[in-house]
C-alpha cells in the first residue's frame, strides 16, 4: 500500500465503549464493528507521515457479525481491521460515490485473500 514503516495502533473493546467512541465522535449513538481515525486528515495532518491513525473494533459486535454469517471470528476480525485500515489510507465507501465504495471492496478482497492465503487458519470450511 506504499508504505511499510507506517504505524498505527489498534484497539479491541466491546459494544458499549465503541457506542460511546461513535456517540462522542461521530454524533452517532449506537454500536458499530469498526472506527478509523486517522492522523493524515484535518487539523494537525502530516505533522507524523508515519503515522496512520487508529483503528477501534468491537470484539463483540465482530462476534455477533461473524455468527450471523457463519464465518470464524478470526476472519471478521482481520477483515474489519483490514476495512479500518483502509479507511486510514483514503479510501472511502460512505462519503463518496459508488465507484469508490466498489474500489475499496475490491481493495478488501484482494488484500484479505491475500491474507488468507499466506496466514491459512485452521478452519474446516466443509
Same mark, same amino acid.
Given at each position: ?23 462522542? %465522535? ?64 483514503? %479510501? ?35
Amino acid at each position: 500500500m506504499g508504505c511499510p514503516e507506517a504505524e498505527l495502533s489498534i484497539l479491541i473493546i466491546d459494544n458499549a465503549a465503541i457506542q460511546e467512541i461513535n456517540r462522542d %465522535y461521530l454524533q452517532r449513538d449506537h454500536a458499530t464493528n469498526v472506527i478509523s481515525f486517522a492522523m493524515q486528515e484535518g487539523e494537525g495532518a502530516g505533522l507524523n507521515p508515519s503515522i496512520l491513525g487508529d483503528v477501534v473494533i468491537s470484539a463483540e459486535r465482530a462476534a455477533e457479525d461473524a455468527r450471523d454469517a457463519g464465518i470464524p471470528f478470526e476472519h471478521e476480525l482481520w477483515f474489519l481491521l483490514l476495512h479500518g485500515i483502509l479507511h486510514l489510507l483514503g %479510501y472511502d465507501h460512505e462519503r463518496g460515490m459508488e465507484q469508490e465504495a466498489t474500489l475499496m471492496e475490491a481493495k478488501e478482497r484482494e488484500i484479505f485473500d491475500l491474507l488468507t492465503q499466506e496466514f491459512p487458519l485452521s478452519v474446516d470450511f466443509t
